[in-house]
């Protein structure tokens, strides 16, 4: 008995074959010596709704996505049933003969497929006839999905898929719950049937965004149908009409408290002129808090964030190691109270053209928030660097305090997130506002229980 040669089972070999069949009209499928199918022509995939591209595995395709059945005897051949996109039956009958190569010997099965309902039929009017039902479904912004009683997909439009970045064939037949899991662990069939809205978030090669999973049914119950709504820009949009919000009450709660402060300090201002005018003698002194009056005024106005981004008042070449190192002496009693040990590294940095106030409110805001984290003899350390390659100057700022939960870490940086008793949450929402008006950024990282590092970025304006 001859031996099968290796190249019998090859698909490779046989690819002449493959492409022979898909350029005919007709319907093949092409099965190896040990009975597994090697390819199904592209005729016979388009009529039953599928691509070349759908098709990883053909043996697998066709005993588990067509969902291949043998009806019964048909002359010499078989009645089948196939399953094609959509859920929809149809029933050919299909004869395998062996093919030969030039010496003899056997390569190969082809069997050839007839389309029994509709052999009197064009095949593209039966291709219309299931496709056109179901494009509106697949028109559609949102996703759709439709089980059976035991939540298995019978159904899935175009939308759906795309949505959760998986192909038909991996959808298809698969049962819902379990698909589910792999996103949202604790989903359960209850979840849904009880109208429970799902959001779920899916990773692919683009940014994270979150679906809205909504529950119906059909036909009287036989049928569930789950419609999926990519809510992401939603969620965004929300966030940021929030953010407004936020800012404006910010806004308008520092424009009412500038106006109150700056009626009392007129005030003050006025009685202190009629006094220098009283007591000439002591001019110098009444000099000194004016100028004390004027600039606390200026002082609450940066606190509060009341600067105009246009505005370059007050901006001059400074050096930032020498201006943070003046700054950080007004911590030097409350640290030394505290048993907290401030470090400086100060790098090779360059002089920038900035508003001297805009930086000493960084330095304060941060390192107050430092000191106010640790309970006693804990450490900041705050460093600076220039980075040649972005031609932006670096300040970090390192506590080893209790640190941010997590929950709270994207929220800190909010206009009026505190969780502070006695917070205005406007502290790193200014900081935020500030760095931004020289192209810069700041950067939070903290874990309970370890410290915070604060990173802030600045470049020119």
């Given at each position: ?110 069997g050839f497929v007839k389309l029994r309902s509709y052999q009197k039929e064009k095949p593209g009017d039966y291709i219309d006839f299931f496709k056109h039902s179901t494009d509106i479904m697949d028109m559609t912004e949102e996703g759709v999905v439709i089980v059976d009683n035991k939540f298995n997909v019978v159904y899935v439009n175009n ?159 400074i050096d930032i190691n020498t201006v943070i190192n003046q700054y950080l002496l007004l911590f030097e009693a409350e640290a030394t109270k505290k048993g907290v040990k401030i470090e400086k590294r100060f790098g090779d940095v360059p002089l920038v053209k900035m508003n001297k106030n805009h930086l000493k ?101």
């Amino acid at each position: 008995m001859k031996a099968n040669k290796t190249f019998a089972t090859d698909k490779n070999s046989l690819q002449w074959i493959c492409n022979l069949l898909n350029n005919a009209h007709d319907f093949f499928v092409l099965k190896d010596l040990n009975g597994k199918v090697i390819h199904i022509n592209k005729r016979l995939l388009e009529t039953l709704g599928y691509t070349v591209d759908d098709v990883d595995d053909y043996d697998h395709f066709f005993y588990h996505i067509l969902k291949y059945k043998e009806i019964g005897p048909y002359e010499d051949g078989l009645i089948i049933e196939l399953t094609a996109k959509y859920n929809l039956k149809m029933s050919f009958s299909i004869k395998f003969s062996p093919i030969a190569n030039s010496v003899g010997d056997k390569i190969a099965f082809l069997g050839f497929v007839k389309l029994r309902s509709y052999q009197k039929e064009k095949p593209g009017d039966y291709i219309d006839f299931f496709k056109h039902s179901t494009d509106i479904m697949d028109m559609t912004e949102e996703g759709v999905v439709i089980v059976d009683n035991k939540f298995n997909v019978v159904y899935v439009n175009n939308r759906a898929c795309e949505l959760f970045g998986v192909k038909y064939t991996k959808f298809i037949n698969a049962k819902f719950t379990d698909f589910l899991r792999k996103y949202k662990p604790d989903a359960s069939e209850n979840n849904l049937i009880n109208g429970e809205k799902i959001v779920i978030s899916s990773k692919g090669n683009c940014d994270e965004r979150v679906l809205l999973l909504k529950y119906g049914k059909l036909n009287g119950g036989h049928w569930k149908t789950i419609i999926v709504k990519d809510i992401t820009e939603d969620l965004k949009y929300q966030k940021l009409i929030e953010q407004t919000e936020k800012y404006t009450i910010a806004g308008e709660f520092a424009a009412t408290t500038i106006h109150e402060i700056k009626n009392s300090l007129t005030s003050v201002k006025g009685f202190i002129q009629l006094l220098q005018a009283k007591h000439p003698d002591s001019s110098t002194y009444y000099e000194t808090i004016l100028d004390e009056v004027n600039r606390v005024l200026g002082l609450i106005k940066n606190y509060l964030g009341i600067v105009r981004n246009s505005e370059e008042e007050g901006e001059a070449e400074i050096d930032i190691n020498t201006v943070i190192n003046q700054y950080l002496l007004l911590f030097e009693a409350e640290a030394t109270k505290k048993g907290v040990k401030i470090e400086k590294r100060f790098g090779d940095v360059p002089l920038v053209k900035m508003n001297k106030n805009h930086l000493k409110q960084l330095i304060l805001n941060i390192v107050q928030n430092s000191l106010h984290a640790i309970e006693e003899n804990g450490k900041i350390i705050l460093n600076t660097k220039y980075n040649h390659h972005t031609k932006k100057i670096i300040i970090r700022i390192v506590d080893n305090g209790g640190g941010i939960e997590k929950k709270y870490l994207k929220k800190v940086i909010e206009p009026l997130f505190t969780t502070k008793k006695e917070g205005t949450g406007l502290g790193l929402a200014i900081c935020k506002s500030i760095v931004e008006l020289y192209n810069g950024d700041i950067k939070i990282f903290s874990k309970k229980g370890k410290g915070t590092l604060v990173k802030i970025i600045l470049g020119e304006r």
